[in-house]
């Protein structure tokens, strides 16, 4: 069974541009979450959907991250006009309702710089 | 809404020596919680879950857990380290039939030969 990919696996913008990270989970899953991962810390819950559906973006910096999931299966997160402070490793898990009482399973990840 | 703590930035242990790593967690009813590692250039992989009924429970490669209730823990326990479970390891929470999955800062784990 193939895991949870991620590309790209890195990305290196001058502030201001614009970056997307693309994430395909688990066939079947219909939970997805992004996190974001600053360097020497915990992952930090962004977005996650159910399905095509948004649970919960509230913590997604809406002026310049968007996330997306259109026909329930891959994801693609989009980070406009990129700061210094968006320099993180972003991680994308899923998840399969109902089953292993939500345990996630995780991409290796795209490490974003922002200079 | 559910959060974790994990006290200890960095532990270092000798290899061989036992290991246990802290994590507190605050949530009103009993909640999943998840130990994962992540070590480096991968992604995070899950050791061992509880939701209910024996408080320890195992994991892969060795490694339990033990919950408590009274204490609002869940500390991560290995009777032997070796040198390749030198890693970052992530204590988690979930609400009970909820989907929102929150970690805590991680403790950095290294073991010496």
């Known amino acids: 069974e193939a895991g949870v990919t991620q590309s790209p696996r890195y990305a290196v913008l001058q502030e201001g541009q614009a970056v997307s990270f693309w994430c395909d989970p688990i066939?079947?899953?219909?939970?997805l979450y992004w996190y974001q991962q600053p360097r020497d810390q915990g992952p930090q819950l962004l977005v996650y959907?159910?399905?095509?559906?948004?649970?919960?973006n509230s913590q997604l910096p809406s002026d310049r991250f968007s996330a997306v999931r259109p026909k329930g299966t891959n994801s693609t997160l989009k980070i406009q006009s990129a700061k210094q402070g968006d320099t993180a490793t972003y991680l994308c898990a899923s998840s399969l309702t109902g089953v292993s009482g939500n345990t996630l399973y995780f991409g290796e990840g795209s490490r974003l710089i922002v200079v | 809404a559910q959060s974790v703590t994990q006290p200890d930035a960095r532990v270092t242990v000798s290899e061989g020596a036992s290991l246990q790593l802290r994590c507190k967690y605050s949530y009103s009813a009993t909640p999943y919680l998840f130990w994962y590692v992540q070590y480096p250039r991968q992604g995070l992989q899950m050791l061992l879950k509880y939701y209910s009924g024996d408080p320890v429970v195992q994991g892969v490669n060795g490694f339990e857990a033990e919950f408590s209730k009274s204490d609002s823990s869940f500390h991560l326990r290995k009777a032997s380290v070796h040198w390749s479970d030198s890693a970052v390891y992530f204590c988690?929470?979930?609400?009970?039939?909820?989907?929102?999955?929150?970690f805590g800062s991680g403790t950095r784990l290294l073991v010496s030969p």
């Open positions: 988690a929470v979930s609400a009970t039939g909820g989907y929102k999955v929150v």
């Open positions: 959907f159910r399905d095509e559906a948004v649970i919960d």
């Open positions: 066939s079947g899953h219909d939970t």
